[in-house]
């Protein structure tokens, strides 16, 4: 079974950076899925980005587009999200998952999922 940790949160300035890891353990994930949620409190998870285990094929939200970044490493089972340009609206908790549909994974109905990072921006 495909198991997911996140890593990375924590505090950042407006203007700041975080680093977001996706640690995968379990079957090749070789054809899923990946993405990136988070979630504000009392709101429904919002996506944020996506990728192909393959890395051909990504998506990200305009909320983020142009400030983040995700990528994987085959090598070494992770995914990460590279956060830049903070803004105090992204303070959240941030999930990742798994899915072998893109569709299933956009649409936040993916079984597979970690247990969230929190992330807070503040000056």
């Known amino acids: 079974q495909v198991h997911l940790v996140e890593s990375g949160g924590g505090l950042a300035e407006p203007g700041g950076s975080l680093r977001l890891s996706c640690a995968v353990s379990g079957p090749s994930l070789s054809g899923y899925c990946m993405g990136w949620f988070r979630q504000f409190p009392g709101q429904e998870r919002e996506y944020v980005a996506g990728?192909?285990?393959?890395?051909?094929?990504?998506y990200y939200s305009n909320r983020v587009g142009g400030r983040f970044t995700t990528s994987v490493d085959n090598a070494n089972n992770t995914m990460t999200l590279e956060m830049n340009s903070l803004f105090l609206e992204d303070t959240a908790v941030y999930y990742c998952?798994?899915?072998?549909?893109?569709?299933?994974?956009?649409?936040?109905?993916?079984?597979?999922w970690g247990q969230g990072t929190q992330v807070t921006v503040s000056s």
């Open positions: 990728i192909t285990w393959s890395g051909n094929d990504y």
């Open positions: 998952t798994a899915d072998l549909s893109c569709t299933t994974v956009a649409a936040g109905r993916a079984t597979i």
